[in-house]
Structures are given as structure tokens and as C-alpha cells.
């Protein structure tokens, strides 16, 4: 049983910036590659960003590239996802992910074997 744990989500102004956490427990957090989808009213889940598990790789969403960093610290068993400079688009419901072996293209189509519970981020204009 793997478990997912998002943290970090919150409310605040146009411009501004939050750090989410993902803790992770139930696997070996190194063999996993993670991501981090979002998910507005109405529309699709959005893969925004991910991390491989072995070269560290890292994918954006061009929505989101330049302003939104994806890290993991192994020895913590969580990834992160720095947001900077914020906009009210990016209001939406965080999910952390976490996959054993699905590629790329496979995540973009919400094909991730776990899920969190999801984190409230919204932005104000």
C-alpha cells in the first residue's frame, strides 16, 4: 500500500508563491517517479510536472514553465513543487502522484498507479 500525502495548498494573491510537499510511504521512495497534476472544475486533469525516478528528468507543462520547479529529496521519501508568481489560472485542486514505470506519455493521459488525496491552491486576482 502506498500512500501519498500532499501538504503546502493554500489561498493567496496573483504573484505569489507556495511550496506543496508530497510525503510518501509504503514503497521505496527512489524506485517511484513522481508528478504532479491539477484539476479545475470541469476540465481534464493537467499533468503539470513530473521527476524520473533514476536520471531525475523533468517534464513541464507550458503552462507552467519558468514559474513552477519540481524536486524530490530521496532521503525524505517527498517531492515538491516550488510555484512562483502565481496566476488566478492556476487555481485548481493539486494531486501527488506517483508511478513504478509508466513513461511519459503514458502520466499525460492520468495513467499514474497512485494518487494523494489532493491539495486546494487558489489564487486571487
Known amino acids: 500500500q502506498v500512500t501519498l500525502v500532499e501538504s503546502g495548498g493554500g489561498f493567496l494573491q496573483a504573484g505569489g508563491s507556495l511550496k506543496l510537499s508530497c510525503v510518501v510511504s509504503?514503497?521505496?521512495?527512489?524506485?517511484?517517479?513522481m508528478g504532479w497534476f491539477r484539476h479545475i472544475t470541469g476540465q481534464e486533469y493537467e499533468l503539470v510536472s513530473w521527476i524520473t525516478r533514476v536520471t531525475g528528468d523533468t517534464y513541464y507543462a507550458d503552462s507552467v514553465k519558468g514559474r513552477f520547479t519540481i524536486s524530490r529529496d530521496n532521503a525524505k521519501n517527498t517531492v515538491y513543487l516550488q510555484m512562483n508568481n502565481l496566476k488566478p489560472e492556476d487555481t485548481a485542486v493539486y494531486y501527488c502522484?506517483?508511478?513504478?514505470?509508466?513513461?511519459?506519455?503514458?502520466?499525460?493521459?492520468?495513467?499514474?498507479?497512485?494518487w494523494g488525496a489532493g491539495t486546494l491552491v487558489t489564487v486571487s486576482p
Open positions: 502522484t506517483a508511478s513504478r514505470s509508466k513513461t511519459l506519455a503514458q502520466a499525460k493521459s492520468g495513467a499514474m498507479d497512485y
Open positions: 509504503g514503497r521505496t521512495f527512489s524506485s517511484l517517479t
